[in-house]
């Protein structure tokens, strides 16, 4: 059994088909007009996530937020700051897959051991389909206490003081953090490592024997910018989203949803871009 919501966006109608395990996008053609002083929300969106912020990465304003400041695990939100961390201290290192990286949890990157990447090479399977082994590759090569530690000083050095981490990957549930730091983290990377989020929009990449495809929803929406998603038994489903409406003003160029602890974050993170959106 199929339930079918109608969400109204700045470019037409999303019709979101929600199957027992996966959610349907469905884009109409017919285009509607919103005036930007209509955009500001009167009732809390109702969402499943025990936390969640939207922020405007343009003007620096929170639209919403609920439990901002509550400390939670982020599961794979992590491996956006190891591709930071990556890029800033081993950008032009040669990876060569072990086989301890291998062991890790999952096996979504399908890498084998003896194979090598540069760097750049392994954030596609790290960021597309959140590669456990590329976070334990890249740790292990520059030497994973000094690298999660590099990840640890990177975070509180921008004022996300309540982030920490203690592995790459995000599969402990001592990897935390709270929408607030997670917004300064986003912040950051948008505007001084967008080539990362860049990653985040490839729908397939190839490099020599592997292709790796891109399973995020909301890839097929023209104001989606970006983002990662997360999962782990103690963390449920978490998500950083980044969706662009210029036409709209200032504070839409550029939003930043952030979910944690949510059962459902795809209904969530439309749930909360239809907030501000449609009035």
Do not use: C
């Not at 072990?98 to 979504?108: L, Q, R, V």
């Not at 200032?250 to 501000?276: G, P, Q, T, W, Y």
């Amino acid at each position: 059994l199929a339930i079918t919501i109608g969400i109204l966006f700045a470019t037409g109608v999303v019709e979101v088909v929600q199957h027992e395990k996966s959610l349907h996008l469905i884009f109409a053609s017919k285009t509607t007009t919103i005036s930007p002083e209509k955009l500001r929300p009167e009732i809390a969106p109702q969402v499943s996530a025990e936390s969640y912020a939207i922020a405007s990465l343009s003007t620096g304003k929170v639209l919403y937020s609920q439990n901002p400041g509550e400390v939670l695990p982020i599961a794979s939100l992590t491996k956006l700051v190891t591709a930071v961390v990556a890029l800033d201290i081993m950008p032009n290192s040669k990876i060569s897959i072990s086989s301890s990286d291998i062991k890790e949890e999952g096996n979504t990157g399908k890498l084998a051991v003896g194979e090598t990447f540069s760097t750049k090479e392994l954030l596609y399977p790290l960021l597309m389909v959140s590669s456990n082994d590329a976070a334990a590759a890249l740790a292990r090569t520059y030497g994973k206490a000094q690298f999660v530690a590099k990840m640890n000083a990177w975070v509180w050095s921008i004022g996300a003081i309540n982030t920490a981490f203690i592995d790459p990957a995000g599969l402990s549930f001592g990897n935390v953090s709270n929408t607030e730091d997670m917004i300064k983290i986003i912040s950051w990377i948008q505007k001084n490592r967008p080539e990362v989020l860049d990653m985040t929009l490839v729908k397939t990449k190839n490099i020599r024997t592997h292709a790796w495809t891109n399973k995020i929803p909301f890839l097929n929406m023209t104001e989606y910018a970006g983002g990662k998603n997360g999962f782990t038994d103690e963390a449920q489903r978490t998500s950083i989203s980044l969706f662009s409406y210029p036409e709209l003003g200032k504070d839409f160029e550029k939003i930043a949803i952030i979910v944690l602890k949510s059962d459902d974050r795809n209904k969530d993170v439309l749930a909360l871009l239809h907030s501000i959106v449609v009035k």
